[in-house]
């Protein structure tokens, strides 16, 4: 979490160039910095059910085998 960097056009893969909670540097006002460090994400607990929902989506049945 919190890594940055640049995306790589051919892959969309992230080329990391760093993370904002170890790289305090990076921010020229030391109140923001502080802020920063005090309020460091937590983790949650991993979900077994992912829901994707769209406006265009219709529900069918998958098939694996052949249709004839």
């Not at 940055?4 to 910095?33: C, F, M, P, Q, R």
């Not at 929902?53 to 694996?64: E, G, I, N, Q, Y």
Request: proline share 1%; charged share 30%.
């Amino acid at each position: 979490m919190g890594d940055y960097g640049t995306v790589d056009v051919n892959t969309g893969g992230l080329n990391k160039e760093g993370n904002i909670y170890e790289d305090t540097h990076i921010y020229e006002d030391e109140s923001i910095a502080k802020l920063v460090n005090e309020h460091r994400p937590t983790l949650a607990a991993r979900e077994d059910v992912y829901i994707a929902a769209s406006t265009r989506v219709k529900r069918s049945d998958l098939k694996s085998g052949a249709e004839m």
